[in-house]
């Protein structure tokens, strides 16, 4: 099992405003896709919280395809008829969510949401960071990392940075607190 994360942060670190608008990530007009594509190509499926799950709602176009996404929320989810099949209601601690998703031969998982990825990376159920800081300073709102009881050492694999001030970089979480 090895989860990934893909996601942007304000360069103060938040990835959203404190009531979890997102007006301030700048739309993407150059067609570049900032590695999206790539990265997944080589996912089985998406794991996010209710949240998250109800702010893609509201973009109006599902952005995941055919991808199988794994919703984490302990009430009942409701969603558009046209998800069906498409999106999965799960509960659980971290490594729960990851073997019933080996169940079903999904294990290459794009962790999303601030409080799933906390707690994905505080289990050591996240092996790859890819984090895309966009130049602008929110003041406040819901951030990428919070407390996680120990120290999670991690190796950079690269670092990118696009014309119009964005810059990406790459860590790999190192085996010795992969699993913590």
């Keep these: ?3 990934h994360v893909f996601i942007a942060t304000s360069l103060d670190g938040f990835i959203a405003r404190p009531d979890g ?5 700048p739309a993407i007009e ?4 900032y590695g999206y594509h790539a990265f997944m190509a080589g996912i089985d499926a998406i794991v996010m919280g209710r949240a998250s799950f109800e702010k893609v709602l509201s973009f109006g ?7 199988p996404v794994v919703v984490l929320s302990s009430r009942q989810l409701e969603f558009p008829a046209r998800l069906t099949g498409m999106v999965h209601a799960m509960r659980g601690e971290p490594r729960e969510i990851e073997a019933q998703c080996a169940t079903r031969g999904w294990n290459e998982l794009y962790v ?6 906390q707690r994905f990376l505080t289990a050591g ?3 790859r960071l890819i984090i895309t800081r966009i130049p602008v300073l929110i003041g406040e709102g819901l ?13 950079h694999v690269r670092t990118q940075a696009y014309g119009n001030g964005l810059v990406q970089s790459e860590y790999r979480v190192t085996p010795d607190s992969s699993r913590g």
């Design 21 to 25: 608008d997102i007006d301030w990530l």
């Design 143 to 155: 951030p990428l990392f919070g407390p996680a009881g120990h120290d999670i050492p991690l190796a």
């Design 1 to 3: 099992m090895s989860g």
């Design 30 to 33: 150059s067609g570049e896709d």
């Design 61 to 67: 176009e599902w952005p995941y395809g055919e991808s």
């Design 125 to 127: 159920c996240i092996t």
């Design 112 to 117: 999303d949401g601030g409080a799933t990825i």
